[in-house]
């Protein structure tokens, strides 16, 4: 797997509009993120497809339920060819180990266990809205960090997180926890429905593991300068 990936948000309607964007990136093997949308609307078949066309994959699906329903849906998931999938951290230690214990399980032979990453706040969630409507009363930074150490007891590769939230991870966690950032927004480009975000520069001195990019890249009128801009501010060195 890519050292320090650029993960691009295949955030698409369905599979056509997927190819015609990657035909755009001549054949570049990309780490690329399936979400819901594009899953619910076309099946599994669509990994293989992106898999044969050598692109790694992180199945963005963040599972929230009782432990037991967790890891039989982990276990289905395992035997794609998927190299992160993730869940909540919010679903508590006990369905964090069941959808691990469901992963190791259903991970093929001889196959490695895709990482199995958690949620701590979604990026779109501000402290306002966490405390107002969740009643969580603590500061978004002591919830994330909270998160993300169950997280890691839980035995996860890692967390899903803003790149405003990698040092204190980092600190609390180790620098060998993932932190998958996703909130990443080229200069000049729209916040949308985004809240705690920065430029992948920033991401890359905060410490970010892998960065998730969507709009930046697939709303772009050229998207491969885009993804060209994010790489070079991406790869210069901390
Ligand atoms: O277009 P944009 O760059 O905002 O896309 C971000 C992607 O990352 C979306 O697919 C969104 O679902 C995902 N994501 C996020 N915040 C999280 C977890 C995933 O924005 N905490």
Redesign the pocket.
């Known amino acids: 797997m890519d050292q320090r990936p650029i993960i691009i ?1 295949l ?1 698409f309607p369905g599979e056509k509009e997927v190819f015609q964007f990657l035909s755009q990136f001549q054949e570049q093997s990309l780490f690329v ?1 399936v ?2 949308e594009l899953f619910y609307s076309t099946g599994p078949s669509l990994l293989a497809k992106l898999k044969d066309q050598g692109h790694h994959i992180f199945l ?1 699906l ?1 599972l929230h339920d009782i432990p037991n329903t967790v890891h039989h849906a982990m276990r289905a998931l395992a035997k794609y060819d998927i190299d992160i999938v ?1 869940v909540h951290a919010a679903g508590g230690s006990a369905m964090m180990k069941a959808a691990l214990e469901g992963l190791e399980a259903g991970t093929v032979a001889g196959k490695k266990k895709p990482d199995l990453i958690a ?7 501000t402290e306002e809205m966490m405390q107002q409507e969740l009643k969580i009363h603590g500061t978004l930074e002591e919830t994330v960090k909270a998160y993300a150490l169950l997280a890691k007891e839980s035995g996860l590769d890692g967390v ?3 790149p405003l939230e990698v040092p204190l991870i980092t600190e609390a966690c180790s620098s060998s926890f993932k932190t998958v950032t ?4 080229l200069l000049g480009d729209e916040k ?3 809240r705690r975000v920065t430029t992948p520069g920033q991401a890359n001195e905060l410490g970010s593991w892998g960065i ?8 772009a009128q050229d998207p491969l300068k885009a993804y060209e801009r994010v790489q070079s501010e991406w790869s210069v060195s901390k």
Do not use: E, H, Y
């Open positions: 948000a955030d993120k979400g819901m963005d963040k993730n949620v701590t706040q979604l990026t779109s969630t899903v997180c803003s996703p909130g990443i927004r949308s429905d985004q998730v990019v969507g709009r930046s890249i697939t709303g």
